[in-house]
């Protein structure tokens, strides 16, 4: 860029001074003649207020009494001062003027732009107003003569000012307006973002100017040059602002208002919480919180103004009203004397369900290894009660009066050792017993006991299909099944409703498959339960079955409930659907195939224990000594002969006492010293024709790890009623 400057700023303005200072000279007379002026002019106004005051108070009197002709006698007397023109008197009642002869009438302002001057003063008398005396004076008669004077002098003054004003103008134009407004074109274009290359050329210039426009040319480089990096911190910032996944948040600290909006925030926080970025910027951390949490809020806010930084578990809310929960990480910094803090919410909802599956999986895994720790002895200890109560049922005859009293006790055992392959399932350790089935006399059997688990204000209604429904089923496990779907029912009617279970045989077509969501077409025996209790919307609707998953607030479900049935249904080979709509109340409609013909009828039709013995010697191998001599007592009743051992050692060393005699082996799978499945090992090797039935009180997963059991054998899970035990000895037995 290249400054060309001449004279100095200074210097011009000494020379503008001095022509001032003529103009000043020549301006001299003219403040004189002004003066001169104006000073007889304040003397006629000051003659004519006096005369106005004068006839002011004149016509008080004549006024208060209205005599008009009075009146007009004071106004026309005033009239003979040459110096008052026109008198106007304005009252409530009308206007009285009088004028000279030529004097044009009007309003005092017209008068006022007409050359007069106007003296207005209000007649009163007391505090009351009488009206206004407007008096009208003229200084004509004096300003005839001023005026022939002022023409002269000011003709000449004005060619005088024309010349200087002309000059100063051009002087100032080329020296000063010329470069300043070149500047401030510069300055404009710089503004607008433009950098022009070549600011300052606008012919003679001064030192100062051009001091100032190097000046300026270097400030805009500098500025430039800051720019750029401003900017290209600014993208940097914004990259790394916007591209977190974590929502940040930026609020300014106000003294006595913690609820000040956020000034920034970034689009992971928008998108986390379903909100516009100017709809947040309008919102504070509070707007975002539940109003349960505002304490714990405060909490931190302290914290965070002690300490500088927190770090804390929230809950944020989102447009539509969900729970969001995060991990927030809150900063305090200064910025331009301002302090800020900047907050960093993470989104651990995932990791919180997580943890909450962890926590139930270990509560699971609490409950299996409680069940798997009592199983055993508690099934042991049934299997000594429902085996005794069996040889007493058979023994007493059905006209005893004592017989009575064994249905209750093998009704509650039964209930005992069900509730324990309930426990099981529930901890995933029991597979399902299927056995032939009548579901209608089940649905029957359960509706007492679902009315308990529902409550008294829920009407349960049953309708049963006309015709019989043979399912081969667990039954437990069935009954698990309606239990979960009625406390499901229970908890979606709070206030009470309708819980309705329906049974009926369907014939599916192949076309209509996908209609009732089945896999195959066939007869089916359909169990419906429905209740009138809130719904669920489709997304809920689609995950119901998602291990975990629940709609129910902390620490009110598992999230088990319905896995645990779709999974029981899976195992039965059946399927089972849901239809549902908010306010609609729910359906689920389950699907289990129907038994061949007559199985129900075999299963009942099997012979019973008298029927069942037989001359053959049977090695009983039992660590429990009760159950040793249960099975002995129940085996000799039949006519067996039975040769009993303690644990697996000593079963080894009877068979070889008896060798060639023992027709079968009944042995307890896990026993010390030596297990069964090691004794059968041996006892094999030495007669490989031997034939063994293990029988158990474990569960299904200690079996598994402790025994390696061969494809085939046979096993029976304790308890065990008298009869399935001597059905299932007896077809060993029989084997060719």
Known sequence: ????????????????????????????????????????????????????????????????????????????????????VGLRVRTRYGDQARFRPGVPQGPADLMARAGFL?????????????????????????????????????????????????????????????????????????????????????????????????????????????????????????????????????REIVPGNPRAPFVEVNEAACALLGYSREDLLTRNVYDLSPARLEDSLDRARK????????????????????????????????????????????????????????RHSQKMESVGMLAGGIAHDFNNILQV?????????????????????????????????QLTRSLLAFSRKESIEPRPAELNELVRRMHEFLKRVIGEDIELVTRQSPVSLDVLIDEGQIEQVLMNLATNARDAMPKGGILSLETERVAIAPDAIGQHGVDHAGTWARLSVSDTGSGMDEVTRLRMFDPFFTTK????????????????????????????????????RIYLPVAGEGALAAEQAAPSAAGLGGAETILVAEDDESLRLLFSDILTGQGYSVIQAGDGQEAVERHQEHAGKVDLLLMDLIMPRMSGKAAFDLIRAACPTVR??????????????????????????????????????????DRT
């Open 692 to 733: 063994v039935l293990f029988t158990s009180g474990y569960t299904a997963d200690i079996i598994q790890s402790r025994a390696d059991l061969d494809e085939g054998v046979d096993l029976v899970m304790k308890p065990i009623a008298t009869r399935d035990l001597l059905m299932k000895i007896r077809s060993i037995l």
């Open 553 to 588: 607030a902390a620490g009110k479900g598992t999230g088990l409930g319905l896995a645990i049935v779709y999974g029981i249904i899976r195992q039965h080979r059946g399927q089972i659907n849901a239809y549902s709509e908010p306010g609609r109340g729910t359906t689920f």
């Open 303 to 358: 914290a965070l103004s002690a300490q500088g930084n927190v770090l804390v578990d929230g809950v944020h809310l989102t447009r539509d009203g969900r729970e969001i929960q995060v991990e927030i990480n809150a900063h305090q910094f200064e910025l331009a004397g301002r302090t800020f803090v900047l907050s960093v919410a993470r989104d651990v909802s995932e990791r919180h369900r997580l943890e909450e599956q962890l």
């Open 118 to 250: 106007v003296q207005s003063r209000e007649i009163r008398r007391g505090q009351a107003s009488l009206g206004t005396l407007e008096a009208f004076t003229t200084t004509r008669f004096m300003d005839q003569d001023m005026n022939r004077l002022k023409m002269v002098l000011f003709a000449g003054l004005l060619g005088f000012d024309l010349v200087l004003v002309a000059g100063m103008y051009l002087l100032l134009w080329m020296t000063v307006v010329k470069p300043i407004r070149e500047a401030s074109r510069f300055a404009e274009a710089v503004s607008s973002g433009r950098l022009p290359f070549a600011p300052v050329e606008a012919g003679h210039r001064f030192l100062e100017l051009e001091g100032l426009h190097r000046s300026m040319a270097t400030m805009v480089q500098l500025l430039n040059q800051r720019y750029v990096k401003l900017m290209e911190s600014e993208q940097r910032f914004r990259a790394l602002f916007n591209g977190s996944n974590d929502a940040i948040f930026v």
């Open 1 to 84: 860029m290249s400054f060309r400057s001449r004279r100095s700023l200074a210097f011009t303005v000494a020379a503008i001074l001095l022509v001032m200072s003529t103009a000043v000279l020549g301006l001299s007379a003219a403040v004189a003649f002004r003066a001169l002026q104006l000073r007889e002019t304040r003397a006629l106004n000051r003659r004519a207020d006096l005369t106005t005051r004068t006839l002011a108070e004149a016509l008080v009197l004549p006024l208060w009494n209205l005599d008009e002709e009075q009146t007009n006698r004071i106004l026309e007397g005033a009239l003979a001062d040459r110096v008052i």
């Open 385 to 417: 009660i429902i085996g005794y109560a069996n040889t007493l049922e058979v023994k007493i005859p059905e006209q005893d009066p004592n017989r009575r009293h064994l249905d209750p006790i093998l009704a509650a055992a039964g209930r005992a050792a």
